[in-house]
């Protein structure tokens, strides 16, 4: 079973405008959450994470939201560049544990 | 920065043929993991250290060993490659466990 979901396995966002990436999960033991940015043939580099006892992270052009309620996170990537397109991964860390759980990616292409 | 490296970049080889995909860091990170990851599918955890001699198996099954005989160093074996075993490998490092820091993966074909 899959405990971190990416539903939507791609994403095209015109440059210059918001890009949302979305991630839902099912452990409520996850405590940690943290996104991935992968080009191809490289391996993955963190962008942003968020405590559970947090509801939004922000760092630059990067904000990250948490819903626990509903089990669901987002990235929003405002203003998106062609520098951002890539495979975006969600992750999640389960309370006590210091493994990371991955989502299966969202591949963002950013158009001029 | 993160510094982790890993060798070869890729690689293909025959069936039957051991192989060993060789992770260093020089940021002297105890944590230590190696991921599989197959085209457009999540990371799975196979292996991870939590320190020298400290060795356990991840999430999914994997028929490779690592070893963890000096901090900044972590290899991962497969005794006889299979084609099943093709994929992508990544190596990561942490120090809390929380931020990984991933080397660049090592691309695995066994023909």
């Known amino acids: 079973d899959q405990q971190v979901k990416q539903n939507s396995p791609s994403l095209s966002v015109q440059e210059g405008r918001i890009s949302i990436l979305n991630c839902d999960y099912t452990?409520?033991?996850?405590?940690?959450f943290l996104w991935y940015k992968k080009y191809p043939a490289e391996g993955p580099t963190f962008l942003i994470s968020?405590?559970?006892?947090?509801d939004k992270n922000e760092d630059g052009r990067f904000t990250v939201f948490l819903n626990k309620s509903a089990k669901h996170l987002s990235l929003h990537i405002v203003p998106s560049q062609p520098g951002d397109s890539a495979v975006y991964f969600c992750?999640?860390?389960?309370?006590?544990?210091?493994?990371?759980?991955f989502g299966q990616g969202t591949r963002l292409t950013i158009n001029p | 920065e993160a510094d982790i490296y890993q060798t070869p970049r890729y690689l293909v080889i025959g069936t039957g043929k051991k192989i060993t995909l060789e992770c260093s860091q020089t940021?002297?990170?105890?944590?230590m993991y190696w991921y599989q990851q197959d085209p457009g599918m999540e990371l799975h955890l196979i292996h991870y250290?939590?320190?020298?001699?400290?060795?356990e198996k991840g999430d999914l099954s994997s028929e490779s060993t690592v070893s963890r005989i000096r901090t900044e160093h972590f290899p991962l074996t497969l005794e006889s490659a299979r084609p099943s075993h093709t994929s992508q490998y990544l190596c990561?490092?942490?120090?809390?466990?929380?931020?990984?820091?991933f080397g660049p993966g090592t691309r695995l074909t066994v023909t």
């Open positions: 992750a999640a860390i389960p309370q006590g544990a210091q493994k990371l759980v």
């Open positions: 990561a490092s942490s120090v809390l466990g929380y931020e990984q820091y």
């Open positions: 452990n409520s033991m996850f405590d940690y």
């Open positions: 250290s939590y320190g020298v001699n400290s060795t």
């Open positions: 968020i405590s559970s006892i947090k």
């Open positions: 940021m002297g990170h105890d944590k």
